[in-house]
């Protein structure tokens, strides 16, 4: 059985709409229009008028002139619907064929294309929708295009100055010894790190990462990572100080997880700023422990900021002066924040600095 495609389907119900009310008008004319003729007659004899001799071929040139009427009325009319039924049904399908072509342009890698706007507000509507859904599939394609760069940055360098070591150990050209075997398990170790950063923001965001939650004294968390990364600004232009009051209330938190944000907050301020101050602070306002960190490094623009929490997204500072990283830290950070219940921000200034924020709810019983 072939089947019909949307044009033809509404050319043709079109059709059927207008010959059924076509028919259905001849029909009730035909029942009715005689006998209004014959009642319209008697009333004129009733006036004075002698056409009771003519009554029977009065009647019959009306049928007559009627059937001929009918039959131009449906022959015209049909037409008429034919071809209104055509441009009115040509107008609706031109633009979903247009969306269907751009479809297949997509499938061919070819993201540029828009529809334009329509006359139809429904079919206008669908249009700015299927544009939404086009740009955001090209920033995705972009985004995808910078991790496969990003990721092969970052696994490159460690895989090349493995394999160097390697190769010199072979070939006799340098002698493994402790500082060798040091830098090869360094870069191991950041190997492991960039596959354990992308295996729990996959986690993360499909809902599978479980967290320990249990009451949390905040600052038993904050003294020792001030005091481990203040220990690698020793010998730099850089502080880091700690403003944490001593009667914080508790928080229900998995202090792995809380430890592990920190860490990349941390990491982030001090790889940002090369000379100047870092700050962890934390405070209480109402049922929420906010906890900052705070740098006066490079900042962030503007325009950049709505951006920071994505995925393998990177500021243009970054990309140009090469800090490192591949954009994975902060969307896990976000991550971990909200299934923790709670929210992160962020506020910066390019060359003044940045602040980042969150909030975790109060472990109210144990207050």
Known sequence: MVKLNLQARLFFSHILVTIVG??????????????????????????????????????????????????????????????????????????????????????????????????????????????????????????????????????????????GRLEEIADGIIVANDRVYSRLIRETKRLQRLLNDLQELSQAESGNLSLNLKPTNLRQ??????????????????????????????????????????????????????????????????????????DTGSGIAEEELGHVFRRFWRSQSSRTQRYGGTGIGLAICKRLVELHQGEIFVDSQPNVGSTFKFFLPILRWIE
């Open 22 to 163: 076509v028919t259905a008008s001849s029909v009730v004319g035909n029942f009715f229009s005689p006998r209004f003729f014959q009642i319209h007659v008697r009333a004129l004899e009733g006036k004075g008028l002698n056409i009771r001799t003519a009554h029977a071929q009065l009647l019959a040139v009306f049928e007559t002139a009627w059937a001929r009427g009918n039959f131009w009325s449906f022959l015209i009319g049909t037409l008429a619907a034919a071809m209104l039924s055509y441009w009115l049904a040509k107008r609706i399908v031109q633009p979903l064929n247009e969306m269907e072509t751009i479809v297949e342009q997509f499938a061919n890698g070819k993201l540029d294309e828009r529809m334009s706007h329509l006359e139809i507000p429904e079919l206008d509507r669908l249009a700015m929708g299927f544009n939404r859904m086009a740009t955001s599939l090209e920033e995705v394609e972009e985004r995808r295009r910078e991790i496969i760069d990003d990721l092969t940055h970052e696994l490159r360098t460690p895989l090349t100055i493995i394999r």
């Open 221 to 294: 968390i904050l003294e020792p990572l001030t005091e481990r990364f203040s220990e690698q600004l020793l010998d730099s232009d850089r502080a880091l100080i700690l403003d944490c009051p001593n009667n914080l209330p508790y928080i229900i938190a998995d202090s792995d997880r809380l430890e592990q944000v920190l860490v990349n907050l941390l990491s982030n301020a001090i790889r940002h700023t090369p000379e100047g101050l870092i700050t962890i602070k934390a405070w209480s306002v109402n049922n929420r422990v906010w906890i900052s960190v705070s």
